[in-house]
């Protein structure tokens, strides 16, 4: 089993909708949980973190993780065609010092 | 401007001929990571580096090595290259592997290993 799941998509929706995107895991132990935002050609960057449970937002997009179901989500809020790229999610925070990414999902954001 | 370069960005070898992919950060970052990219697998760990001369496997560490002889370098060596190993190739740092601690990506190297 994977450490990590998430759906590769490609998603695809329009300008101004609300976008849901999920991650499962198996580590029970993980306290650190990411999402990184990868453009075309590009390396991934960090847009969100959260440790252990709980919401974080920022600006329109706002990060939960659901510790108990071992579920994490992004969502984005009146999405852009800027934000047309592939979201992976990360986790860290088990026994060793690793991390442990999802296989990412496609977004394409139409205007 | 904080940032993590990698040399070359497109490489194509052959079977068999070793090769080094050189990683840099100016950031003074503790942690450094080798990560392949490949469709349908996302990004998998190779390597990771807590500090100089400190140096672990990560998920895929078969038919790679790393060193850490500096802080700021974090080479990726291929000492028999394979097919299988064509990839998209990522160094990253950071100051630590928690998650508050943003980890910086490089450009990325493309190989072919024909």
């Known amino acids: 089993q994977k450490e990590v799941e998430q759906d590769p998509g490609p998603l695809s929706v329009p300008e101004g909708a609300i976008v849901s995107l999920n991650c499962t895991y198996s580590?029970?132990?993980?306290?650190?949980f990411m999402w990184y935002r990868q453009y075309s050609r590009k390396g991934p960057e960090l847009l969100m973190y959260t440790y252990s449970s709980g919401n974080k937002e920022d600006g329109r997009f706002t990060a939960q993780v659901d510790k108990s179901s071992k579920y994490i989500s992004l969502f984005i809020r009146d999405s852009q065609p800027s934000d047309s790229a592939t979201y992976l999610c990360?986790?860290?925070?088990?026994?060793?010092?690793?991390?442990?990414f999802g296989t990412g999902t496609s977004l394409t954001v139409i205007p | 401007e904080a940032q993590v370069t990698q040399n070359p960005r497109y490489l194509i070898t052959v079977t068999g001929k070793k090769l080094t992919v050189t990683c840099s950060q100016n950031m003074n970052h503790e942690y450094m990571s080798w990560y392949r990219q490949d469709p349908g697998l996302g990004l998998r760990q190779i390597y990771y580096?807590?500090?100089?001369?400190?140096?672990d496997k990560g998920d895929v560490p078969e038919g790679y090595k790393v060193s850490r002889k500096e802080k700021r370098n974090f080479p990726l060596i291929l000492e028999s290259p394979s097919p299988n190993q064509t990839s998209l190739y990522f160094c990253?740092?950071?100051?630590?592997?928690?998650?508050?601690?943003?980890?910086?990506f490089g450009p990325g190297t493309r190989l072919l290993v024909l």
């Open positions: 580590n029970s132990a993980f306290q650190y």
């Open positions: 990360a986790m860290s925070g088990g026994t060793g010092n690793q991390f442990y």
């Open positions: 990253a740092s950071s100051l630590s592997p928690r998650g508050q601690e943003t980890q910086y």
């Open positions: 580096s807590m500090n100089v001369e400190v140096t």
